[in-house]
């Protein structure tokens, strides 16, 4: 005797429900809608913590250029240091959700590494702007470090959504 005649008839779906190969096809676009949603609320709130550092950069960097004679490559040192700890934590904490998953270090250790990158890049930027429009403003130079700073924090973003990201859920 056979077993497959044994075996139960099989059912039609449930009006209005999809046929078996069809959940099947839906439920990976699904997944995939899902995590390309999360990945766009991380990146929005990557730029949010990047231009709340952004802007505690620009405060210390005018302040101390209308408060000091600093040259303006120094002032951008010290708001880069402020402005560093500044965006990192936020990263850490409200970027990735990683202050309970990752250490302290990693999240301030890969920002201040893109931070020195960014220290670099931006200062030579500055010095290049100062001396190819002399008397520039310290606005306009402030432009030119935050566009260089902005491709710098693109390339942080991808380093650290892989270094910060939290653990996959059971």
């Keep these: 005797m056979h077993t ?5 008839a099989p059912t039609a779906p449930a009006a209005g429900a999809p046929a078996p190969a069809a959940a099947a096809r839906t439920a990976v676009p699904a997944a995939a809608r899902r995590r390309r949603s999360a990945e766009v609320w991380t990146l929005g709130r990557f730029v949010v913590a990047g231009a709340t550092g952004n802007g505690a950069h620009a ?3 005018l302040v101390l250029g209308a408060a000091t004679a600093l040259p303006a490559a120094v002032g951008n040192v010290l708001a880069t240091v402020v402005s560093t700890l500044v965006a990192n934590e936020l ?7 990683a202050a309970g998953s ?3 270090s990693t999240g301030h250790g890969i920002g201040g590494a893109a931070a020195v990158a ?3 890049l931006s200062t030579l930027a500055l ?11 310290d606005l306009s130079g402030l432009v030119v470090v935050h566009v260089v700073t902005a491709l710098v924090g693109a390339s942080n973003f991808l380093v650290l959504r892989v270094a910060l990201r ?3 859920r059971a």
Excluded: E, Q, Y
Aim: no cysteine; net charge positive; charged share 15%.
């Design 4 to 8: 497959d005649l044994l075996a139960p």
């Design 118 to 120: 960014g220290l670099v």
């Design 127 to 137: 010095t290049g702007w100062h001396r190819l429009v002399p008397g520039a403003s």
């Design 166 to 168: 939290a653990p996959a």
């Design 91 to 97: 990263h850490r904490r409200f970027t990735f959700r």
């Design 102 to 104: 990752s250490a302290w």
């Design 59 to 61: 405060v210390v960097f």
